[in-house]
């Protein structure tokens, strides 16, 4: 699973705190050591972290969090604890084409290739990421008009949507959605997330379908749609 590269360096100053002194960092240290202004940018960071499985919060203890696993890509100087992320750091990318071996499209099936973008490298705008070398064979049957692409499903916050992690979804490109679309959301030109997206006057509201995690509250102008969810693939 892919994280940014601020979710890296969050991952690793809980991990090296809590491998130091045993006690998690608090809010306002781990907001210092990554040189953010506000706790809601550790707040964002540290859903992100919990939705892809790195890290949890205990119950019944206050502070108290526990890593759950690091980065499989993580450098080695990394893994011992070093201070410094190393430069170059890059997200975890999926491998594979998504093709299961001996399958072949039916002759009467009309399919149109979609790029397959992948875990998105969330500050990436879907825009700057219009590598056509990946490619996946769609049904026409499950495209609207205009522009798409196609996003492998990370995590668990959509479950009750009748999305599960490892799914691939068919992403309709655009700028707008109505109230309760299921979206592609750029939030504060930082992570790529996928969730329902809902209006409350002024504010936006990002909300998993997921009673484990929390519904994002952001203003008008920290969401940016990158597209809208109009079909899903799955494997067995």
Do not use: W
Request: glycine share 8%.
């Amino acid at each position: 699973m892919m994280l940014t590269k601020k979710q890296y360096e969050l991952l690793l100053f809980i991990d090296r705190r809590l491998k130091e002194t045993g006690v998690s960092p608090s809010f306002d240290e781990m907001k210092e050591a990554l040189g953010l202004r506000s706790k809601s940018g550790i707040h964002r960071l540290m859903t992100g972290l919990e939705e892809r499985g790195f890290v949890r919060r205990l119950p019944h203890r206050a502070r108290a969090l526990e890593v759950l696993r690091l980065p499989e890509n993580m450098a080695p100087q990394a893994r011992t604890g070093g201070r410094r992320v190393p430069e170059g750091f890059a997200p975890t990318v999926i491998k594979g084409d998504f093709k299961l071996p001996g399958h072949s499209p039916q002759p009467a099936a009309q399919v149109v290739p979609l790029p397959l973008y992948g875990k998105i490298a969330a500050g990436t705008p879907i825009e700057a990421l219009r590598d056509h070398s990946r490619m996946i064979d769609v049904p026409a049957v499950l495209l609207a008009k205009g522009d798409h692409y196609a996003l492998e499903v990370e995590g668990d916050s959509m479950i009750e949507a009748g999305i599960l992690d490892g799914d691939t979804v068919i992403i309709q490109r655009t700028e707008a959605a109505d109230n309760g679309t299921i979206v592609v959301a750029l939030v504060d030109n930082e992570e790529v997330t996928l969730k329902r997206l809902r209006r409350r006057g002024q504010s936006i509201a990002l909300e998993p379908a997921n009673p484990a995690y929390e519904t994002r509250i952001c203003g008008p102008d920290q969401v940016k749609v990158q597209g809208r969810l109009v079909g899903l693939l799955r494997r067995y």
